[in-house]
């Protein structure tokens, strides 16, 4: 059986995605490295066992979370798919069971904005997970006089956090934003689609999304 461990410390993974941040740098796009990776990975679990899944299930979310950038390595269009492909690869090397490959792969190929549904509770939880690790951390660029729109609004987040409420009836990702760096509004316009996708995510797992910046409810 595949486990998170065997996933995280593979050194051909790790290669992956390590060449795949590097083609992102040399794009201009915003940091999709080990932080990245790591931090979905332990959010999507985090959601999972919340709402009370199995161990099992939010293992599979783990693994889905660390693997789902990978397919950058080969180009930013269509990295869902292609990222799709390799893990089955890969994980077909590792001697996982085509169940968890196929629950896997089905939330990679399915995560990001252009072709996302949440198709079950694993890809539901990748995309928001994905989709709300906003932070000022992410933007590499140290000019802010060059900032491109996704520079300024990921620099403008000062603190970030997604949280279940104890009733597990509702999913908030709470933001606190420098207005100087990046207005609400653009903040909300830059992410609107990223936002609608992440209620469509939380609909899947019975949950209302919430989206409170500065203390305003916008969602």
Request: proline share 1%.
């Amino acid at each position: 059986m595949i486990t998170f461990a065997q996933v995280r410390e593979s050194e051909e993974i790790r290669t992956y995605i390590e060449k795949a941040d590097e083609s992102l740098i040399a794009m201009g796009y915003t940091e999709h490295s080990y932080a990245h990776v790591t931090k979905v990975a332990a959010t999507a679990r985090y959601i999972l066992l919340t709402l009370g899944y199995s161990e099992r299930e939010a293992e599979l979310a783990q693994i889905a979370g660390f693997l789902h950038d990978i397919g950058n390595v080969v180009n930013r269009v269509d990295h869902a798919q292609s990222g799709a492909v390799m893990a089955f690869r890969i994980l077909d090397h590792m001697d996982a069971s085509p169940k968890d490959i196929a629950t896997i792969i089905t939330a990679i190929g399915n995560h990001d904005e252009g072709t996302a549904y949440a198709v079950n509770p694993v890809c539901a939880a990748l995309i928001l997970a994905d989709k709300s690790d906003v932070r000022r951390s992410r933007v590499r660029n140290s000019d802010i006089a060059t900032f491109d729109i996704h520079d300024r609004v990921n620099y403008s987040v000062v603190e970030s956090r997604l949280h279940i409420n104890e009733a597990c009836t509702e999913i908030e990702l709470r933001l606190k934003i420098d207005t100087q760096v990046c207005s609400v509004m653009n903040y909300f316009e830059i992410f609107l689609n990223r936002m609608v996708l992440c209620r469509k995510a939380a609909q899947r797992l019975q949950l209302k999304f919430k989206l409170v910046i500065n203390e305003q409810q916008l969602l």
